[in-house]
């Protein structure tokens, strides 16, 4: 039925990448070039290919009269788990063999309501059961698209890695039948990351003396591959993102350190709830922070949450970005960076940033996506009320120029739809053989 409802969608919704289309009349938040109060953006091919007070409409060109509306750049989620059909390899402390990739559900009904809430874009991690957990993979919200089209082709491959309660509790106490497994303490998870790039260090030693040797045209064997040790190397030569599920200030200084130590980066800071603590070392590392608005006490880890949080650690120089986290709240994300004008003063553009551009850069895909720019994908969306009031609805959605949401179709193709869900269940209890009762035989 998923399947179905995402192939009607796509067929009648999309526009047609070969069609120009300009969107006139809107209120334009480029967000990082100002807002256009009566503007319009030319789409060609997928790209934004014009953004200006009045544009010109090449023939052929649909117009999208969008008087009234906001159009801004599609919203960025830099820590989700949707689409993915298993979260934790939990068996093991390092698991950086296994990959999100392998387990991504085109059907799964919360990319479209993520879609629905404006998310064009969105990093999907592995879980935090380990200290060193699996390969994660960014998304587009390609509704009724296949597995690997949903995948964001040239973005950097990430890494999720975890602190605190989560991987060491999974060493405490036995979790479904499981045994116990090592670390069981914060000290044995700094420990097992540490251990694991000591390894990786002596195996990217091993390769590079191969490949020395094989330059110079010696017959020598290349080492065993490792395919735990693989993506840890891709970290250490800054081919792989490290993205750190923490809480507590006291462990984002660790793995800090530990990664200055070994010459990496972290480059999400993730949740990070008590990053306004150590903001300037968070800083001076160069990592960043994606955090939630307001969440916090649902464990003793997050007791020392404020909802000041992300806009003391951008006044202090941090590059900040809001996640979910959560199918549910990944639809509303534009009325949480609203909640950081009240919480920390921050200006609308600078709340906006925290779901579009400074995920953009977080995931190194800025260049693609965040803003309204000339040479960008045509990821947009369009509100009927500013996206920063908690009124505001999400009208269409575009991503690479093609419309994957349209609210006023949607609503018109429920009843359909629902006609033919319950035509669909009337036929399986039509189909379903009569029950007997005992003795009685079944009818030939």
């Known amino acids: 039925m998923r399947a179905l409802l995402g192939l009607l969608i796509a067929a009648g919704l999309q526009l047609g990448a070969q069609s120009p289309i300009l969107i006139q009349n809107a209120t334009v938040l480029t967000v990082t070039k100002g807002t256009l109060?009566?503007?319009?953006?030319?789409?060609?091919?997928?790209?934004?290919?014009?953004?200006g007070e009045k544009v010109m409409a090449p023939p052929g060109t649909k117009v999208v009269d969008a008087n009234g509306l906001f159009l801004?750049?599609?919203?960025?989620?830099?820590?989700?788990?949707?689409?993915?059909?298993?979260?934790?390899?939990?068996?093991?402390?390092?698991?950086?063999?296994?990959?999100?990739?392998?387990?991504?559900?085109?059907?799964?009904?919360a990319i479209y309501?993520?879609?629905?809430?404006?998310?064009?874009?969105?990093?999907?991690?592995?879980?935090?059961?380990?200290?060193?957990?699996?390969?994660?993979?960014?998304?587009?919200t390609r509704w009724g698209k296949s597995a690997s089209e949903l995948v964001f082709e040239g973005a950097k491959p990430g890494i999720k890695f975890a602190l605190g309660e989560n991987p060491k509790r999974r060493g405490a106490v036995t979790i479904n039948a499981a045994p116990p497994r090592y670390p069981s303490t914060r000290m044995g998870v700094e420990d097992v990351i540490r251990e694991a790039f000591t390894e990786a260090k002596a195996y990217q030693k091993e390769w590079n003396e191969y490949r020395a040797k094989a330059e110079?045209?010696?017959?020598?064997?290349?080492?065993?591959?490792?395919?735990?040790?693989?993506?840890?190397?891709?970290?250490?030569?800054?081919?792989?993102?490290?993205?750190?599920?923490?809480?507590?200030?006291?462990?984002?200084?660790?793995?800090?350190?530990?990664?200055?130590?070994?010459?990496?980066?972290?480059r999400t800071l993730q949740h990070v709830l008590e990053g306004y603590k150590v903001a300037k070392e968070i800083a001076a590392h160069g990592?960043?922070?994606?955090?939630?608005?307001?969440?916090?006490?649902?464990?003793?880890?997050?007791?020392?949450?404020?909802?000041?949080?992300?806009a003391v650690m951008v006044r202090k120089g941090v590059l900040v970005?809001?996640?979910?986290?959560?199918?549910?709240?990944?639809?509303?994300?534009?009325?949480?960076?609203?909640?950081?004008?009240?919480?920390?003063?921050l200006s609308e553009d600078e709340a906006l940033s925290l779901i579009t551009i400074n995920p953009a850069k977080q995931?190194?895909?800025?260049?693609?996506?965040?803003?309204?720019?000339?040479?960008?994908?045509?990821?947009?969306?369009?509100?009927?009320?500013?996206?920063?009031?908690?009124?505001?609805?999400?009208?269409?959605?575009?991503?690479?120029?093609n419309l994957y949401f349209d609210r006023e179709k949607d609503l018109a193709e429920r009843p359909a739809l629902d006609a033919q869900k319950k035509g669909l269940i009337e036929k399986q209890k039509q189909d379903q053989p009569k029950r007997v009762g005992p003795g009685s035989r079944r009818p030939s």
């Open 72 to 109: 801004m750049p599609g919203i960025i989620d830099c820590h989700s788990h949707i689409a993915a059909d298993s979260i934790n390899e939990s068996g093991v402390s390092v698991a950086s063999m296994v990959g999100i990739s392998d387990v991504l559900n085109p059907e799964a009904i």
């Open 287 to 310: 990592a960043g922070a994606s955090t939630f608005a307001d969440w916090w006490a649902y464990k003793v880890e997050a007791f020392d949450a404020i909802p000041y949080n992300a």
């Open 321 to 345: 970005s809001l996640n979910s986290d959560d199918a549910e709240l990944m639809r509303h994300l534009n009325g949480e960076a609203a909640k950081m004008m009240k919480y920390g003063g």
């Open 363 to 401: 995931l190194e895909i800025d260049n693609r996506v965040g803003s309204i720019e000339a040479g960008k994908d045509a990821d947009l969306v369009l509100y009927d009320k500013h996206p920063l009031s908690n009124f505001a609805k999400v009208q269409k959605v575009f991503i690479d120029g």
């Open 37 to 51: 109060h009566t503007g319009s953006v030319l789409i060609r091919e997928g790209k934004i290919a014009e953004v």
């Open 216 to 266: 110079k045209g010696e017959n020598v064997l290349p080492p065993r591959p490792d395919l735990k040790l693989e993506p840890l190397v891709e970290v250490l030569e800054g081919k792989r993102l490290v993205h750190a599920h923490c809480y507590r200030s006291d462990e984002i200084l660790m793995l800090l350190s530990v990664a200055d130590e070994f010459g990496f980066k972290i």
């Open 113 to 140: 309501r993520a879609l629905a809430g404006g998310v064009t874009t969105a990093n999907i991690l592995h879980g935090s059961a380990d200290a060193i957990g699996g390969k994660c993979t960014v998304i587009k």
